[in-house]
């Protein structure tokens, strides 16, 4: 059997610690006001089992992937505790809140292809966790045309990181489908 490192878990659990400390005010936009760190956890859970990654540094990286764009945390005090790799690796997925949410969406399509591989399987899994959300778990107030024009977004940015992951890529496209027959199948559309 394999055997996980003792440092690798170390760094996993201690960022566990952190992004749930940077967190711990935030909730989801669900109904239920799920709290916002079980999303970056979801994300490590794809990519380590409907993905199989077990490169710590883009599980721990998933981990914290929200931690710059959404909280005070500094890229320099992510590097000081999870080294540089993983601050790049957050910063390859983290929009630039000053730009307008348009702009923002349409960028993530045109940089999507570009990301080091890494980022690729982070954005994908990302990108799985938050149309399962929109599926299952929505904002209460969106109606079926935004929660399908969500859908219809997050496949141009997984489609311009074609070859990425099969793996991933057979779970995104399956819950796509999922998505849009639940959805195209409802009373109020
Ligand atoms: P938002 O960016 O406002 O919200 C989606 C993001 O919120 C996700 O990417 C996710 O990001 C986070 N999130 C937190 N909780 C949830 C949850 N339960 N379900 C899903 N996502 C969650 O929305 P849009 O992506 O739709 O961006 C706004 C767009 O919507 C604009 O392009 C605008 O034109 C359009 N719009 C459409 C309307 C319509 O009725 N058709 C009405 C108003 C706007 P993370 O992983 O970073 O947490
Ligand atoms: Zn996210």
Redesign the pocket.
């Known amino acids: 059997m394999n055997q996980i490192a003792y440092e690798d878990f170390t760094l996993f659990m201690s960022a566990l610690k952190f992004g749930a400390h940077k967190h711990r005010w935030q ?4 109904a239920e006001q ?1 709290p ?1 760190f079980n ?1 970056p956890i979801n ?1 490590a859970e794809v990519l380590w089992g409907s993905g199989a990654v077990r490169d710590i540094t883009i599980l721990t990286a998933a981990l914290l ?2 931690v710059i ?2 909280t005070e945390t500094l890229p320099d005090e992510v590097e000081r505790d999870f080294g540089k790799v993983v601050r790049s690796l957050i910063l390859e997925v983290t ?1 630039d809140k000053s730009l307008p ?2 702009t923002r ?1 349409e960028l993530q399509v045109q940089h999507a292809p570009h990301l080091s591989p890494g980022a690729k399987l982070i954005k994908i899994a ?1 990108k799985i ?3 399962k ?2 599926i299952y ?3 209460p107030n ?2 079926i ?2 929660r399908l ?2 859908l219809a ?2 496949e141009r940015v997984v489609k311009a990181m074609n070859g990425c992951n099969e793996r991933l890529e057979e779970e995104f496209y399956r819950l796509l489908k999922e998505g849009r027959e639940r959805l195209g199948g409802s009373r109020w559309k």
């Open positions: 909730r989801r936009k669900d799920t916002y999303h994300v992937h929200d764009e959404d929009d949410k348009e969406k990302d966790c938050n149309i959300d929109v778990s929505p904002p969106w109606s045309e935004r024009e969500y977004w997050a």
